[in-house]
């Protein structure tokens, strides 16, 4: 009996306990994820309405949910951040969704209108709860930053959440803005890092540039240079994780108009999340542990992600394919220090 009672202690202190602890944290851009109800102080919307050129209807709104609901589920996060989504009423639906189809909770929404031209805001949904919530405005008529820091067991993660501004347009002009949303988030990160010199912070988004970009490296700090990383004893420069990929793997968007593949969207970690690092930030990324997420439902015949909505092809025609989004997701897997 006593050593029934010994075994049961350790499996205690070392089965239930000692075992390492993950956390897994995804990124998608779902493109235009809209409800079907015209919004009047929403122009952005008008498209997506039954009677809009998207021919927006209940079936296909739902349709899109249950494919969205379809990816993250089998990506199990525990934080997913999400860009492209109208508002809360979507990300209710879309909770709704994955747990009735896949029995996944994520019952946590962190959300608010913003004044995006296009209508279409940043947001978590987790089934955690965060202790401090921060909205970073940007440039005028584009989307906030979101900040979410949570305590998890007694270990503090900061996860932020970006889209920056497209490249449509002049190249100049579009370039300002996001070097503006990128000293927006540079600003945040000296403060967070100034509180706490090991936080682990997470940078994830859709940045619309590539990771080599000066905007994103200069003037953000999101370094694809582990080398350069690991020598930055200041703890500024964050790990660009998409460069930890072969460079036909880190890809997440198919230009069609210029037939090019892109890497729009990544995660960055800060210097302590890094194996072998001091100080250690209570969170690390498991080795081998950042993936572009898909699936072949999500890839045409070329490997390219199908969108969900009206396609025009001079050689194919026009139709409206219904897939899933026109970015594949990312994710890291975290473990507890």
Known sequence: ?????????????????GAP?????????????????????NKGDDAYTPSGWMRWTPWRY????????EVIALMKPDVLCLTEVENRRVLEDLSATLLSRHSCALPVIVHR????????????MTHLTPVVTNWLETAAGQREVLACEF????????VVVNHWKSQLGKKAESDEIRRQEALVVRAYLDERLARDPAAAVLVAGDFNDEPESPILVETAGLVPDEARVRADASGRS???????LPKEERVTYYYAAGKKWNVMDSISVTRGMLENIEPAAPWQVVK??????KTPAQCDEDGIPIPFRFVRSKTKGNA??????????????????
């Open 238 to 244: 964050l790990f660009n994780l998409a460069v930890s």
């Open 21 to 41: 602890q993950t956390l897994v944290v995804a990124f998608w851009n779902v493109e235009n994820l809209f409800d079907t109800e015209d919004d009047p102080d």
């Open 320 to 337: 409206f394919k219904t897939g899933y989004s026109d970015h594949f997701p990312v994710r890291v897997k975290l473990e507890a220090r």
């Open 113 to 124: 209108d913003s004044r995006d031209k296009r209508g279409i805001d940043v947001a978590v």
């Open 288 to 293: 081998d542990g950042y993936s572009v997420f």
């Open 151 to 158: 305590d998890i067991d007694g270990r503090p993660l900061t």
């Open 1 to 17: 009996m006593r050593t029934v009672w010994l075994l049961l202690m350790l499996w205690m202190a070392f089965g239930a306990y």
């Open 62 to 69: 739902r349709t899109k949910l249950e494919h969205l609901a």
